[in-house]
T-cell receptor, first 112, second 115 residues
Framework: DVKVTQSSRYLVKRTGEKVFLECVQD?????MFWYRQDPGLGLRLIYF???????EKGDIPEGYSVSREKKERFSLILESASTNQTSMYLC???????????FGEGSWLTVV | AQSVTQPDIHITVSEGASLELRCNYS??????LFWYVQSPGQGLQLLLK??????LVQGIKGFEAEFKRSQSSFNLRKPSVHWSDAAEYFC?????????????FGTGTLLAVQP
């Protein structure tokens, strides 16, 4: 089975803090994604990466950055957390030849 | 622009009753179509997908969905709902052959199951 692991399930951070959300996949997938999920808005794509050190902006990249130094790991960075970034963050991955995206269990971030 | 509409925000059904969750999409061609389910506090699990061929697709947990090109719809169905089906359901579309396989999601339908 494909495994996408988000190491931090629940975080509480203060406004202005730098926040790292880590995601690791074990299936050698080329593509990795970060989504944000909010009630009534569904999932919105923040950033995605199709190769090591490659990244592209999704629909809502403002206030976020990403890092992909290794194929299996994709990090989402909030340089200066704000309360409007309180949300659930979902990491996902897929093979470049495949069309099924596999999701992690999510990271609940609360910014106070 | 590509979009996915799930017109029902909340649905409540009785256990044992049939279920249909609606999904309509806007896309220039026939997209890849997916249904995901999310239990509380969990990530998304793939229920089923349609790429091509038979327009009625079977998924896990007894779910099925039918692609209707003329209606731009991909509705999810289950003949008899179980209490464990209470969850949020998301429809998604993807670009065939898209190099990055991005998905566009609907806003979700929250299913409640009455005993």
């Amino acid at each position: 089975d494909v495994k996408v692991t988000q190491s931090s399930r629940y975080l509480v951070k203060r406004t202005g803090e730098k926040v790292f959300l880590e995601c690791v996949q074990d299936m050698d997938h080329e593509n990795m994604f970060w989504y944000r999920q909010d009630p009534g808005l569904g999932l919105r794509l923040i950033y995605f990466s199709y190769d090591v050190k490659m990244k592209e902006k999704g629909d809502i990249p403002e206030g976020y950055s990403v890092s992909r130094e290794k194929k299996e790991r994709f990090s989402l960075i909030l340089e200066s957390a704000s309360t409007n970034q309180t949300s659930m963050y979902l990491c996902a991955s897929t093979a470049s030849s495949g069309n099924t995206i596999y999701f992690g269990e999510g990271s609940w971030l609360t910014v106070v | 622009a590509q979009s996915v509409t799930q017109p029902d925000i909340h649905i409540t059904v009785s256990e044992g009753a049939s279920l249909e969750l609606r999904c309509n999409y806007s896309y220039g061609a026939t997209p890849y179509l997916f249904w995901y389910v999310q239990s509380p506090g969990q990530g998304l699990q793939l229920l089923l997908k349609y790429f091509s061929g038979d327009t009625l697709v079977q998924g896990i947990k007894g779910f099925e969905a039918e692609f209707k090109r003329s209606q731009s719809s991909f509705n999810l169905r289950k003949p008899s709902v179980h209490w464990s089906d209470a969850a949020e359901y998301f429809c998604a579309v993807g670009a065939p052959g898209g190099a990055t396989n991005k998905l566009i999601f609907g806003t979700g339908t929250l299913l409640a199951v009455q005993p």
